[in-house]
Protein backbone atom coordinates (compact mmCIF):
# COMPACT_ATOMS: atom_id res chain seq x y z
CA UNK A 1 0.00 0.00 0.00
CA UNK A 2 1.50 3.63 -0.84
CA UNK A 3 1.46 6.22 1.38
CA UNK A 4 -2.00 8.56 0.72
CA UNK A 5 -0.55 11.30 -0.97
CA UNK A 6 0.32 9.32 -3.60
CA UNK A 7 -3.62 8.23 -3.68
CA UNK A 8 -4.34 11.96 -4.25
CA UNK A 9 -2.32 12.72 -6.97
CA UNK A 10 -3.69 9.71 -9.02
CA UNK A 11 -7.32 10.62 -8.25
CA UNK A 12 -6.45 14.48 -9.77
CA UNK A 13 -4.48 12.84 -13.04
CA UNK A 14 -7.50 10.63 -13.43
CA UNK A 15 -10.01 13.04 -13.95
CA UNK A 16 -8.23 14.38 -16.74
CA UNK A 17 -8.06 18.37 -15.30
CA UNK A 18 -5.39 20.78 -14.68
CA UNK A 19 -3.46 20.93 -12.07
CA UNK A 20 -4.38 24.25 -10.75
CA UNK A 21 -7.83 23.83 -9.09
CA UNK A 22 -7.56 20.42 -6.68
CA UNK A 23 -11.03 21.34 -5.74
CA UNK A 24 -12.27 20.59 -9.26
CA UNK A 25 -11.89 16.69 -9.24
CA UNK A 26 -14.59 15.81 -6.73
CA UNK A 27 -17.03 18.11 -7.99
CA UNK A 28 -16.45 16.60 -10.92
CA UNK A 29 -16.92 13.03 -9.14
CA UNK A 30 -20.02 13.94 -7.79
CA UNK A 31 -21.94 15.55 -10.68
CA UNK A 32 -20.54 12.05 -12.43
CA UNK A 33 -22.34 10.48 -9.73
CA UNK A 34 -25.39 11.97 -10.27
CA UNK A 35 -28.57 10.14 -12.89
CA UNK A 36 -29.05 11.75 -15.92
CA UNK A 37 -32.49 12.52 -14.26
CA UNK A 38 -30.77 14.63 -11.58
CA UNK A 39 -28.55 16.04 -13.91
CA UNK A 40 -31.00 17.82 -16.15
CA UNK A 41 -33.07 18.87 -13.27
CA UNK A 42 -30.37 20.58 -11.92
CA UNK A 43 -29.61 21.56 -15.74
CA UNK A 44 -33.23 23.41 -15.65
CA UNK A 45 -32.74 25.24 -12.34
CA UNK A 46 -29.78 27.00 -13.08
CA UNK A 47 -31.12 27.96 -16.67
CA UNK A 48 -34.40 29.19 -14.58
CA UNK A 49 -32.42 30.98 -12.55
CA UNK A 50 -30.18 32.52 -15.12
CA UNK A 51 -33.39 33.50 -17.15
CA UNK A 52 -34.78 35.43 -13.48
CA UNK A 53 -31.35 37.52 -13.47
CA UNK A 54 -31.85 38.82 -17.00
CA UNK A 55 -35.29 40.01 -16.62
CA UNK A 56 -34.70 41.81 -13.90
CA UNK A 57 -31.52 43.56 -15.51
CA UNK A 58 -33.15 44.32 -18.63
CA UNK A 59 -35.79 46.67 -18.18
CA UNK A 60 -37.62 47.09 -21.24
CA UNK A 61 -38.24 43.20 -20.87
CA UNK A 62 -38.79 43.24 -17.19
CA UNK A 63 -41.35 46.73 -18.06
CA UNK A 64 -43.20 44.83 -20.72
CA UNK A 65 -44.14 41.43 -19.00
CA UNK A 66 -45.40 43.56 -15.89
CA UNK A 67 -47.46 46.12 -17.94
CA UNK A 68 -48.65 42.96 -20.26
CA UNK A 69 -49.85 41.66 -17.08
CA UNK A 70 -51.45 45.10 -16.45
CA UNK A 71 -53.77 45.10 -19.38
CA UNK A 72 -57.12 46.57 -19.07
CA UNK A 73 -60.48 44.43 -19.87
CA UNK A 74 -61.51 44.29 -22.99
CA UNK A 75 -64.64 46.37 -24.27
CA UNK A 76 -67.29 45.53 -21.63
CA UNK A 77 -69.08 49.48 -22.79
CA UNK A 78 -69.30 50.03 -25.88
CA UNK A 79 -69.94 53.44 -26.80
CA UNK A 80 -73.50 54.19 -28.41
CA UNK A 81 -73.10 54.40 -32.47
CA UNK A 82 -69.43 52.50 -32.56
CA UNK A 83 -67.60 48.92 -30.94
CA UNK A 84 -64.94 50.29 -28.65
CA UNK A 85 -61.63 48.41 -30.76
CA UNK A 86 -60.03 47.14 -27.90
CA UNK A 87 -56.08 48.06 -27.52
CA UNK A 88 -54.05 45.00 -28.84
CA UNK A 89 -50.70 46.16 -27.69
CA UNK A 90 -49.25 46.10 -24.60
CA UNK A 91 -49.47 49.39 -22.58
CA UNK A 92 -48.05 51.50 -20.09
CA UNK A 93 -50.07 52.51 -16.70
CA UNK A 94 -50.14 56.51 -16.75
CA UNK A 95 -49.62 58.42 -13.51
CA UNK A 96 -53.12 57.83 -11.74
CA UNK A 97 -53.80 61.25 -10.06
CA UNK A 98 -54.93 64.08 -12.39
CA UNK A 99 -53.73 67.34 -9.94
CA UNK A 100 -52.48 69.36 -12.36
CA UNK A 101 -49.28 69.23 -10.75
CA UNK A 102 -46.07 68.73 -12.04
CA UNK A 103 -44.63 65.61 -11.87
CA UNK A 104 -41.98 64.51 -8.91
CA UNK A 105 -39.12 63.30 -9.83
CA UNK A 106 -37.38 60.30 -8.28
CA UNK A 107 -34.70 61.13 -5.61
CA UNK A 108 -32.31 58.75 -7.30
CA UNK A 109 -32.85 60.74 -10.87
CA UNK A 110 -29.35 62.13 -10.98
CA UNK A 111 -27.00 60.97 -13.69
CA UNK A 112 -27.41 58.06 -16.35
CA UNK A 113 -23.55 57.13 -17.38
CA UNK A 114 -22.59 55.50 -20.45
CA UNK A 115 -22.73 51.73 -20.14
CA UNK A 116 -25.22 51.73 -16.90
CA UNK A 117 -27.92 49.36 -17.30
CA UNK A 118 -30.04 52.21 -18.04
CA UNK A 119 -29.13 52.29 -21.58
CA UNK A 120 -25.95 53.82 -22.73
CA UNK A 121 -25.45 55.40 -25.78
CA UNK A 122 -21.54 56.10 -27.19
CA UNK A 123 -21.20 58.11 -30.11
CA UNK A 124 -17.84 58.32 -31.83
CA UNK A 125 -15.61 58.94 -28.98
CA UNK A 126 -18.24 60.75 -26.58
CA UNK A 127 -20.25 59.68 -23.51
CA UNK A 128 -23.69 60.93 -23.51
CA UNK A 129 -24.26 61.40 -19.82
CA UNK A 130 -27.84 63.05 -19.09
CA UNK A 131 -26.87 64.96 -15.45
CA UNK A 132 -30.36 66.03 -14.20
CA UNK A 133 -31.27 69.14 -16.51
CA UNK A 134 -29.04 68.40 -19.16
CA UNK A 135 -27.54 65.83 -21.39
CA UNK A 136 -24.01 66.24 -21.19
CA UNK A 137 -21.94 65.19 -24.14
CA UNK A 138 -18.84 66.69 -22.78
CA UNK A 139 -17.68 63.39 -20.28
CA UNK A 140 -15.54 60.76 -22.17
CA UNK A 141 -16.40 57.01 -21.66
CA UNK A 142 -14.43 56.67 -18.36
CA UNK A 143 -15.84 59.95 -16.79
CA UNK A 144 -17.72 58.85 -13.87
CA UNK A 145 -16.29 61.46 -11.96
CA UNK A 146 -18.95 64.04 -9.95
CA UNK A 147 -18.93 67.47 -11.56
CA UNK A 148 -19.51 70.51 -9.95
CA UNK A 149 -23.43 71.18 -11.27
CA UNK A 150 -24.65 68.77 -8.87
CA UNK A 151 -27.19 71.03 -7.03
CA UNK A 152 -29.04 70.86 -10.39
CA UNK A 153 -29.61 67.24 -10.22
CA UNK A 154 -32.87 65.45 -10.37
CA UNK A 155 -34.54 68.88 -8.73
CA UNK A 156 -37.65 70.66 -9.78
CA UNK A 157 -35.56 73.57 -9.19
CA UNK A 158 -37.08 75.95 -12.11
CA UNK A 159 -40.85 76.88 -10.62
CA UNK A 160 -43.15 79.11 -12.77
CA UNK A 161 -42.11 82.45 -10.94
CA UNK A 162 -46.00 83.69 -11.45
CA UNK A 163 -46.70 87.11 -13.07
CA UNK A 164 -42.87 87.32 -14.53
CA UNK A 165 -43.49 88.19 -17.93
CA UNK A 166 -39.84 89.77 -18.30
CA UNK A 167 -38.48 86.06 -16.74
CA UNK A 168 -40.75 84.20 -18.31
CA UNK A 169 -39.75 85.71 -21.91
CA UNK A 170 -35.95 85.37 -21.22
CA UNK A 171 -36.77 81.71 -19.98
CA UNK A 172 -37.95 81.07 -23.71
CA UNK A 173 -35.03 83.21 -25.36
CA UNK A 174 -32.51 81.06 -23.58
CA UNK A 175 -33.84 78.29 -24.66
CA UNK A 176 -33.96 79.57 -28.60
CA UNK A 177 -30.30 80.86 -28.15
CA UNK A 178 -29.10 77.50 -26.77
CA UNK A 179 -31.07 75.58 -29.39
CA UNK A 180 -29.47 77.72 -31.82
CA UNK A 181 -25.92 77.26 -30.47
CA UNK A 182 -25.90 73.72 -31.43
CA UNK A 183 -27.57 74.50 -34.51
CA UNK A 184 -24.88 77.10 -35.57
CA UNK A 185 -21.59 74.97 -33.93
CA UNK A 186 -22.89 71.61 -35.27
CA UNK A 187 -25.39 71.76 -38.46
CA UNK A 188 -24.88 75.31 -39.85
CA UNK A 189 -26.21 75.80 -43.24
CA UNK A 190 -27.63 72.23 -43.09
CA UNK A 191 -31.34 70.65 -42.23
CA UNK A 192 -31.51 69.11 -38.98
CA UNK A 193 -29.03 69.00 -35.61
CA UNK A 194 -27.93 66.16 -34.34
CA UNK A 195 -27.10 67.79 -31.02
CA UNK A 196 -25.58 64.45 -29.31
CA UNK A 197 -23.15 63.63 -32.47
CA UNK A 198 -22.38 67.03 -33.00
CA UNK A 199 -23.77 66.64 -36.24
CA UNK A 200 -26.37 67.41 -38.64
CA UNK A 201 -29.01 64.88 -40.93
CA UNK A 202 -30.18 66.53 -44.27
CA UNK A 203 -33.41 65.72 -45.45
CA UNK A 204 -33.70 68.46 -48.85
CA UNK A 205 -30.06 70.20 -48.36
CA UNK A 206 -31.93 73.24 -48.08
CA UNK A 207 -30.74 74.32 -44.78
CA UNK A 208 -34.21 73.60 -43.38
CA UNK A 209 -33.53 74.88 -39.70
CA UNK A 210 -32.39 77.94 -40.47
CA UNK A 211 -35.31 79.40 -42.63
CA UNK A 212 -37.82 77.68 -40.21
CA UNK A 213 -36.06 79.64 -37.71
CA UNK A 214 -36.14 83.20 -39.35
CA UNK A 215 -39.42 84.48 -37.94
CA UNK A 216 -38.92 83.30 -34.74
CA UNK A 217 -35.56 84.95 -34.52
CA UNK A 218 -37.37 88.61 -35.81
CA UNK A 219 -39.84 87.53 -33.26
CA UNK A 220 -37.96 87.23 -30.35
CA UNK A 221 -36.02 90.42 -31.25
CA UNK A 222 -32.16 87.94 -31.29
CA UNK A 223 -30.84 90.55 -34.12
CA UNK A 224 -27.93 89.39 -34.41
CA UNK A 225 -28.26 85.98 -34.72
CA UNK A 226 -31.04 86.89 -37.62
CA UNK A 227 -28.37 88.80 -39.44
CA UNK A 228 -26.27 86.32 -39.91
CA UNK A 229 -29.04 83.70 -41.02
CA UNK A 230 -29.99 86.28 -43.33
CA UNK A 231 -26.47 86.79 -44.94
CA UNK A 232 -26.52 82.72 -45.35
CA UNK A 233 -29.87 83.22 -47.10
CA UNK A 234 -28.14 85.66 -49.22
CA UNK A 235 -25.05 83.67 -50.19
CA UNK A 236 -25.56 80.54 -49.60
CA UNK A 237 -29.48 79.15 -50.35
CA UNK A 238 -29.86 77.79 -53.68
CA UNK A 239 -32.97 76.17 -55.27
CA UNK A 240 -31.46 75.33 -58.27
CA UNK A 241 -30.29 71.57 -56.59
CA UNK A 242 -31.27 68.11 -57.89
CA UNK A 243 -33.37 67.03 -54.88
CA UNK A 244 -36.42 65.42 -54.08
CA UNK A 245 -38.54 67.65 -51.55
CA UNK A 246 -41.94 66.59 -50.33
CA UNK A 247 -44.30 69.36 -51.80
CA UNK A 248 -45.89 69.70 -48.12
CA UNK A 249 -43.37 69.87 -45.53
CA UNK A 250 -40.93 72.39 -48.14
CA UNK A 251 -44.01 74.44 -48.09
CA UNK A 252 -45.27 74.79 -45.00
CA UNK A 253 -41.52 74.90 -43.70
CA UNK A 254 -39.69 76.91 -46.05
CA UNK A 255 -42.26 78.68 -48.65
CA UNK A 256 -44.20 79.61 -45.64
CA UNK A 257 -40.67 80.34 -43.35
CA UNK A 258 -39.78 83.26 -46.14
CA UNK A 259 -43.05 84.47 -46.75
CA UNK A 260 -43.59 85.50 -43.28
CA UNK A 261 -40.16 86.86 -43.07
CA UNK A 262 -40.86 88.88 -46.37
CA UNK A 263 -44.37 90.32 -44.66
CA UNK A 264 -42.66 90.91 -41.28
CA UNK A 265 -39.21 92.57 -42.31
CA UNK A 266 -40.14 93.87 -46.21
CA UNK A 267 -36.82 92.59 -46.68
CA UNK A 268 -37.16 91.85 -50.92
CA UNK A 269 -34.65 89.05 -50.33
CA UNK A 270 -37.39 87.04 -48.66
CA UNK A 271 -39.87 87.41 -51.43
CA UNK A 272 -37.53 86.47 -53.86
CA UNK A 273 -36.25 83.54 -52.68
CA UNK A 274 -40.04 82.47 -51.72
CA UNK A 275 -41.08 82.51 -55.10
CA UNK A 276 -38.33 80.80 -56.62
CA UNK A 277 -39.23 77.91 -54.52
CA UNK A 278 -42.78 78.37 -54.62
CA UNK A 279 -42.52 78.42 -58.56
CA UNK A 280 -40.11 74.96 -58.35
CA UNK A 281 -42.77 73.45 -56.47
CA UNK A 282 -45.27 73.19 -59.40
CA UNK A 283 -44.90 70.87 -61.16
CA UNK A 284 -46.16 69.44 -58.50
CA UNK A 285 -49.86 69.84 -59.69
CA UNK A 286 -49.09 68.08 -63.22
CA UNK A 287 -51.05 64.92 -62.33
CA UNK A 288 -54.47 63.57 -64.02
CA UNK A 289 -56.33 64.56 -61.20
CA UNK A 290 -54.37 68.03 -60.46
CA UNK A 291 -54.16 66.53 -56.83
CA UNK A 292 -50.53 66.96 -55.96
CA UNK A 293 -47.69 64.65 -55.96
CA UNK A 294 -46.45 64.40 -52.89
CA UNK A 295 -42.56 65.10 -54.07
CA UNK A 296 -40.35 67.12 -56.53
CA UNK A 297 -37.33 67.52 -58.15
CA UNK A 298 -36.73 71.46 -57.58
CA UNK A 299 -33.82 71.21 -60.25
CA UNK A 300 -35.19 68.92 -62.79
CA UNK A 301 -38.77 70.00 -62.23
CA UNK A 302 -40.28 66.69 -62.30
CA UNK A 303 -42.24 65.52 -59.55
CA UNK A 304 -43.60 62.11 -58.73
CA UNK A 305 -45.49 59.98 -55.97
CA UNK A 306 -43.96 57.61 -53.51
CA UNK A 307 -42.62 54.51 -54.89
CA UNK A 308 -44.54 52.52 -53.31
CA UNK A 309 -47.84 54.13 -54.51
CA UNK A 310 -50.50 57.17 -56.46
CA UNK A 311 -51.93 58.65 -53.36
CA UNK A 312 -50.72 61.84 -51.31
CA UNK A 313 -51.81 62.37 -48.60
CA UNK A 314 -54.82 64.22 -47.56
CA UNK A 315 -53.65 66.62 -44.78
CA UNK A 316 -50.65 66.88 -47.25
CA UNK A 317 -52.39 68.18 -50.64
CA UNK A 318 -54.98 70.24 -48.60
CA UNK A 319 -52.37 72.04 -46.20
CA UNK A 320 -50.60 74.10 -48.45
CA UNK A 321 -53.22 76.50 -49.58
CA UNK A 322 -52.33 79.33 -47.01
CA UNK A 323 -48.44 79.57 -48.84
CA UNK A 324 -49.70 79.52 -52.39
CA UNK A 325 -52.58 81.83 -52.10
CA UNK A 326 -50.23 84.69 -50.14
CA UNK A 327 -47.61 83.72 -53.15
CA UNK A 328 -49.87 85.11 -55.47
CA UNK A 329 -51.00 87.67 -53.64
CA UNK A 330 -47.56 89.02 -52.96
CA UNK A 331 -46.33 88.32 -56.52
CA UNK A 332 -49.50 89.25 -58.32
CA UNK A 333 -49.00 85.93 -60.47
CA UNK A 334 -53.01 83.87 -59.95
CA UNK A 335 -51.38 80.75 -61.11
CA UNK A 336 -50.25 79.19 -57.52
CA UNK A 337 -53.20 80.61 -55.64
CA UNK A 338 -55.32 79.31 -58.75
CA UNK A 339 -53.31 75.36 -58.77
CA UNK A 340 -54.33 75.01 -55.14
CA UNK A 341 -57.73 76.44 -54.95
CA UNK A 342 -58.06 73.39 -57.51
CA UNK A 343 -57.38 71.07 -54.76
CA UNK A 344 -60.11 72.00 -52.19
CA UNK A 345 -62.74 72.76 -54.59
CA UNK A 346 -62.13 68.70 -55.82
CA UNK A 347 -62.20 67.76 -52.08
CA UNK A 348 -64.89 69.78 -51.41
CA UNK A 349 -67.25 67.68 -53.92
CA UNK A 350 -65.65 64.55 -53.45
CA UNK A 351 -68.28 61.40 -51.82
CA UNK A 352 -66.39 59.24 -49.23
CA UNK A 353 -66.74 61.74 -46.32
CA UNK A 354 -68.27 60.85 -42.99
CA UNK A 355 -70.51 64.25 -41.96
CA UNK A 356 -67.41 66.18 -43.10
CA UNK A 357 -64.92 64.23 -42.31
CA UNK A 358 -62.15 62.85 -44.57
CA UNK A 359 -60.35 59.67 -45.41
CA UNK A 360 -56.27 59.74 -45.08
CA UNK A 361 -55.63 59.18 -48.15
CA UNK A 362 -56.45 60.14 -52.15
CA UNK A 363 -55.36 58.79 -55.60
CA UNK A 364 -53.50 61.68 -58.22
CA UNK A 365 -54.61 59.39 -60.95
CA UNK A 366 -58.62 59.80 -60.26
CA UNK A 367 -58.84 62.04 -57.61
CA UNK A 368 -60.84 60.42 -55.15
CA UNK A 369 -60.12 58.84 -51.64
CA UNK A 370 -58.58 56.22 -51.36
CA UNK A 371 -58.10 53.50 -48.27
CA UNK A 372 -61.12 54.47 -47.03
CA UNK A 373 -63.33 54.44 -43.88
CA UNK A 374 -60.58 55.71 -41.58
CA UNK A 375 -61.31 59.15 -39.84
CA UNK A 376 -58.74 60.73 -37.96
CA UNK A 377 -58.07 64.40 -36.38
CA UNK A 378 -54.42 63.05 -36.11
CA UNK A 379 -51.72 62.18 -38.64
CA UNK A 380 -52.83 62.70 -41.91
CA UNK A 381 -55.58 64.31 -42.02
CA UNK A 382 -54.98 67.23 -39.07
CA UNK A 383 -54.33 70.13 -41.35
CA UNK A 384 -57.20 69.55 -43.30
CA UNK A 385 -59.30 71.08 -40.78
CA UNK A 386 -57.01 73.61 -39.52
CA UNK A 387 -56.43 74.91 -43.16
CA UNK A 388 -60.06 75.08 -43.83
CA UNK A 389 -60.45 77.57 -41.08
CA UNK A 390 -57.66 79.49 -41.37
CA UNK A 391 -57.71 80.01 -45.51
CA UNK A 392 -61.65 81.31 -44.66
CA UNK A 393 -59.51 83.86 -42.00
CA UNK A 394 -57.12 84.69 -44.19
CA UNK A 395 -59.37 85.44 -46.96
CA UNK A 396 -61.72 87.58 -44.75
CA UNK A 397 -64.03 85.34 -44.10
CA UNK A 398 -65.89 85.70 -47.53
CA UNK A 399 -65.08 82.27 -48.80
CA UNK A 400 -68.45 80.40 -47.86
CA UNK A 401 -67.62 76.95 -48.89
CA UNK A 402 -64.29 76.65 -46.63
CA UNK A 403 -66.63 77.75 -43.39
CA UNK A 404 -69.32 75.14 -44.77
CA UNK A 405 -66.79 72.21 -44.65
CA UNK A 406 -65.03 72.96 -41.77
CA UNK A 407 -68.42 73.33 -39.56
CA UNK A 408 -69.43 70.10 -41.03
CA UNK A 409 -66.19 68.87 -39.75
CA UNK A 410 -66.37 69.62 -36.26
CA UNK A 411 -70.28 68.62 -36.22
CA UNK A 412 -68.84 64.92 -37.85
CA UNK A 413 -65.78 64.94 -35.43
CA UNK A 414 -68.06 65.89 -32.31
CA UNK A 415 -70.47 63.10 -33.76
CA UNK A 416 -68.18 60.13 -34.55
CA UNK A 417 -64.88 60.51 -32.74
CA UNK A 418 -65.42 62.77 -29.32
CA UNK A 419 -65.52 60.61 -26.60
CA UNK A 420 -65.01 60.90 -22.72
CA UNK A 421 -62.16 58.73 -20.07
CA UNK A 422 -62.65 56.98 -17.75
CA UNK A 423 -62.50 57.69 -14.42
CA UNK A 424 -61.83 61.75 -14.60
CA UNK A 425 -64.25 62.24 -17.94
CA UNK A 426 -61.44 63.98 -19.73
CA UNK A 427 -62.42 65.07 -23.22
CA UNK A 428 -61.07 63.27 -26.16
CA UNK A 429 -60.99 62.82 -30.15
CA UNK A 430 -60.16 59.48 -30.99
CA UNK A 431 -60.29 57.17 -34.14
CA UNK A 432 -62.34 55.30 -36.21
CA UNK A 433 -61.73 53.23 -38.53
CA UNK A 434 -64.32 51.02 -40.61
CA UNK A 435 -66.91 51.38 -38.21
CA UNK A 436 -64.93 50.96 -34.92
CA UNK A 437 -64.16 53.14 -32.69
CA UNK A 438 -60.37 53.49 -31.32
CA UNK A 439 -59.56 55.85 -28.14
CA UNK A 440 -56.13 56.57 -29.73
CA UNK A 441 -55.24 60.29 -29.66
CA UNK A 442 -52.15 61.46 -31.84
CA UNK A 443 -50.35 64.84 -29.61
CA UNK A 444 -50.86 65.82 -33.38
CA UNK A 445 -54.89 66.59 -32.47
CA UNK A 446 -53.39 69.29 -29.81
CA UNK A 447 -53.66 71.61 -32.38
CA UNK A 448 -57.49 71.29 -32.68
CA UNK A 449 -58.26 73.29 -29.24
CA UNK A 450 -56.60 76.20 -30.60
CA UNK A 451 -58.23 75.67 -33.82
CA UNK A 452 -61.00 75.51 -32.23
CA UNK A 453 -60.90 78.63 -29.97
CA UNK A 454 -59.68 80.47 -33.01
CA UNK A 455 -63.00 79.81 -35.05
CA UNK A 456 -65.47 81.15 -31.59
CA UNK A 457 -63.29 83.85 -31.80
CA UNK A 458 -64.07 85.12 -35.70
CA UNK A 459 -68.07 84.22 -34.59
CA UNK A 460 -68.20 80.75 -34.80
CA UNK A 461 -70.76 78.96 -32.23
CA UNK A 462 -69.73 79.25 -28.76
CA UNK A 463 -69.64 76.06 -27.79
CA UNK A 464 -66.56 75.47 -29.95
CA UNK A 465 -65.05 77.01 -27.34
CA UNK A 466 -66.50 75.24 -24.52
CA UNK A 467 -65.17 72.13 -26.63
CA UNK A 468 -61.40 73.59 -27.01
CA UNK A 469 -61.23 74.42 -23.25
CA UNK A 470 -61.85 70.62 -22.25
CA UNK A 471 -59.64 69.48 -25.07
CA UNK A 472 -56.98 71.64 -23.88
CA UNK A 473 -57.23 70.39 -20.25
CA UNK A 474 -56.91 66.79 -21.95
CA UNK A 475 -53.91 67.75 -23.66
CA UNK A 476 -52.10 69.53 -20.81
CA UNK A 477 -52.77 65.90 -18.79
CA UNK A 478 -51.24 63.80 -21.16
CA UNK A 479 -48.24 66.16 -19.74
CA UNK A 480 -48.95 66.10 -16.39
CA UNK A 481 -49.79 62.58 -16.27
CA UNK A 482 -46.36 61.61 -17.57
CA UNK A 483 -43.14 61.10 -15.34
CA UNK A 484 -41.26 63.89 -17.12
CA UNK A 485 -43.97 66.19 -18.05
CA UNK A 486 -43.74 65.42 -21.37
CA UNK A 487 -46.03 64.32 -23.88
CA UNK A 488 -45.80 60.85 -25.48
CA UNK A 489 -46.77 60.98 -29.12
CA UNK A 490 -49.81 58.87 -28.57
CA UNK A 491 -51.69 58.25 -26.01
CA UNK A 492 -54.75 55.72 -25.50
CA UNK A 493 -57.67 56.53 -23.01
CA UNK A 494 -59.54 54.10 -21.45
CA UNK A 495 -63.48 54.35 -21.24
CA UNK A 496 -64.27 51.30 -19.45
CA UNK A 497 -66.20 51.97 -16.07
CA UNK A 498 -63.42 51.20 -12.46
CA UNK A 499 -60.22 51.57 -14.88
CA UNK A 500 -57.61 52.95 -12.52
CA UNK A 501 -56.03 55.78 -14.64
CA UNK A 502 -57.27 57.95 -17.86
CA UNK A 503 -54.37 57.48 -20.02
CA UNK A 504 -52.79 54.34 -21.79
CA UNK A 505 -49.50 54.91 -23.05
CA UNK A 506 -48.13 51.76 -25.48
CA UNK A 507 -44.06 50.81 -25.37
CA UNK A 508 -43.57 52.15 -29.03
CA UNK A 509 -45.43 55.48 -28.74
CA UNK A 510 -43.86 56.65 -25.90
CA UNK A 511 -41.24 58.78 -27.63
CA UNK A 512 -41.47 62.99 -27.52
CA UNK A 513 -40.27 64.99 -30.90
CA UNK A 514 -40.37 68.45 -29.13
CA UNK A 515 -43.61 68.75 -31.10
CA UNK A 516 -45.42 72.23 -30.83
CA UNK A 517 -49.16 71.42 -30.99
CA UNK A 518 -49.92 71.60 -27.34
CA UNK A 519 -48.15 75.21 -26.67
CA UNK A 520 -49.61 76.08 -30.02
CA UNK A 521 -53.28 75.52 -28.53
CA UNK A 522 -52.04 77.33 -25.01
CA UNK A 523 -50.77 80.40 -26.52
CA UNK A 524 -55.06 80.85 -28.79
CA UNK A 525 -56.35 79.72 -25.26
CA UNK A 526 -54.37 82.34 -23.35
CA UNK A 527 -55.45 84.99 -25.90
CA UNK A 528 -58.61 84.20 -25.81
CA UNK A 529 -59.37 84.00 -22.18
CA UNK A 530 -56.99 85.48 -20.91
CA UNK A 531 -56.72 82.90 -17.50
CA UNK A 532 -53.40 82.55 -16.21
CA UNK A 533 -53.03 78.72 -15.86
CA UNK A 534 -52.78 78.50 -19.69
CA UNK A 535 -49.74 80.42 -19.22
CA UNK A 536 -48.32 78.08 -16.37
CA UNK A 537 -48.96 75.01 -18.08
CA UNK A 538 -46.72 75.96 -20.98
CA UNK A 539 -43.91 77.32 -18.96
CA UNK A 540 -43.82 73.74 -17.13
CA UNK A 541 -43.55 72.31 -20.30
CA UNK A 542 -40.69 74.78 -21.15
CA UNK A 543 -39.08 73.79 -18.03
CA UNK A 544 -39.30 70.37 -18.89
CA UNK A 545 -37.38 70.40 -22.07
CA UNK A 546 -35.15 72.06 -20.45
CA UNK A 547 -34.67 69.00 -17.86
CA UNK A 548 -35.21 66.24 -20.22
CA UNK A 549 -33.93 66.93 -23.32
CA UNK A 550 -31.50 70.01 -23.60
CA UNK A 551 -28.16 68.92 -24.53
CA UNK A 552 -25.28 70.39 -22.73
CA UNK A 553 -22.96 71.73 -25.84
CA UNK A 554 -26.17 72.77 -27.59
CA UNK A 555 -29.13 72.29 -29.08
CA UNK A 556 -31.89 69.88 -27.71
CA UNK A 557 -33.19 66.58 -28.86
CA UNK A 558 -36.28 64.18 -29.10
CA UNK A 559 -36.58 61.52 -26.58
CA UNK A 560 -37.49 58.07 -26.58
CA UNK A 561 -39.29 57.81 -23.41
CA UNK A 562 -41.33 60.39 -21.60
CA UNK A 563 -41.53 57.83 -19.04
CA UNK A 564 -38.40 57.51 -17.81
CA UNK A 565 -37.43 60.27 -15.96
CA UNK A 566 -33.83 58.96 -14.89
CA UNK A 567 -33.36 57.99 -18.61
CA UNK A 568 -35.68 59.70 -21.50
CA UNK A 569 -33.43 58.08 -23.56
CA UNK A 570 -32.01 60.62 -26.04
CA UNK A 571 -32.68 60.75 -29.93
CA UNK A 572 -30.09 62.98 -31.03
CA UNK A 573 -32.09 65.16 -33.22
CA UNK A 574 -33.40 68.41 -32.94
CA UNK A 575 -36.61 68.77 -35.14
CA UNK A 576 -36.85 72.03 -36.93
CA UNK A 577 -40.06 73.43 -35.83
CA UNK A 578 -38.70 73.23 -32.52
CA UNK A 579 -37.64 76.70 -33.28
CA UNK A 580 -39.65 77.26 -35.71
CA UNK A 581 -43.29 76.64 -33.80
CA UNK A 582 -42.89 75.22 -30.25
CA UNK A 583 -40.23 78.20 -28.95
CA UNK A 584 -42.18 80.87 -30.63
CA UNK A 585 -45.56 79.76 -29.90
CA UNK A 586 -44.27 79.62 -25.86
CA UNK A 587 -42.26 83.08 -26.76
CA UNK A 588 -46.17 84.23 -27.92
CA UNK A 589 -47.75 82.68 -24.76
CA UNK A 590 -45.45 84.02 -22.02
CA UNK A 591 -45.12 87.27 -23.64
CA UNK A 592 -48.70 88.85 -22.91
CA UNK A 593 -48.45 91.26 -25.45
CA UNK A 594 -51.87 91.15 -27.38
CA UNK A 595 -50.69 93.33 -30.69
CA UNK A 596 -47.54 91.24 -30.98
CA UNK A 597 -49.16 89.09 -33.97
CA UNK A 598 -52.33 90.38 -33.34
CA UNK A 599 -54.73 87.28 -34.01
CA UNK A 600 -57.07 89.54 -35.77
CA UNK A 601 -54.51 90.84 -38.39
CA UNK A 602 -52.29 87.44 -38.57
CA UNK A 603 -53.07 83.77 -39.32
CA UNK A 604 -50.52 81.23 -38.36
CA UNK A 605 -49.53 78.51 -41.07
CA UNK A 606 -49.07 74.84 -39.72
CA UNK A 607 -45.88 75.58 -39.35
CA UNK A 608 -46.52 78.66 -36.97
CA UNK A 609 -45.43 81.48 -39.93
CA UNK A 610 -47.46 84.15 -39.43
CA UNK A 611 -49.13 85.30 -42.99
CA UNK A 612 -51.32 88.61 -42.88
CA UNK A 613 -55.28 88.17 -43.02
CA UNK A 614 -55.51 90.02 -46.72
CA UNK A 615 -56.72 93.62 -46.34
CA UNK A 616 -60.44 93.60 -46.74
CA UNK A 617 -61.75 94.11 -50.81
CA UNK A 618 -64.63 96.61 -49.19
C1 LIG B 1 -45.06 70.42 -38.11
O1 LIG B 1 -44.30 70.26 -39.24
C2 LIG B 1 -46.42 70.99 -38.43
O2 LIG B 1 -47.00 71.51 -37.29
C3 LIG B 1 -47.34 69.98 -39.03
O3 LIG B 1 -48.62 70.49 -39.22
C4 LIG B 1 -47.43 68.77 -38.14
N1 LIG B 1 -46.15 68.25 -37.81
C5 LIG B 1 -45.12 69.15 -37.35
C6 LIG B 1 -45.13 69.43 -35.86
O4 LIG B 1 -45.56 68.46 -35.07
Redo the contacts with the bound molecule.
Keep these: MGPPYRQDYVSVNVAGEGSGDRRRPSCWRRWKQLSRLQRSLLLLLLLLLLLIILAHCSPPVHEYLTVFAEEPPVDEMAPLEHVVHAVPEPVEPARPALTGQPPQKKDNASEVMVGDRLGSDKRGDEAIRRRGTVIDTDQDVGGAREEENQDSVGTQKDKPPRNSDAAWLEAVQEAFKHAWKGYKDFAWGHDELRPLSKSYTEWFSLGLTLIDSLDTMWIMGLKEEFEEAKAWVASELTFNKNVDVNL??ST??ILGGLLSTYNLTGDQLFLDKAKDIGTRLMPAFNTPSKIPYSDVNIGTGTAHPPRWTSDSTV?EVA?IQLEFRELSRLTEDPRYQAAVAEVVTQIHKLDGKLDGLVPMFINTNSGRFSHQGTYTLG?RA??YY?YLLKQWIQGGKEENQLLEDYLQAVEGMKRHLLQKSSPSGLTFVGELSHGEFSPKMD??VC?LPGTLALGAHNGLPADHMDLAQRLMETCHQMYVQMETGLSPEIVHFNMYQGSAQDVNVKFADRHN?L???TV?SLFYMYRFTKDHKYREWGYEILQNFNNYTKVSSGGYTSINNVRDPDYPSPRDKM???FL???LKYLYLLLSDDPHLLSLDQYVFN???HPLPIWPSSA
Design positions: FEIRASADSEHLFLRPEEESFGETTEA
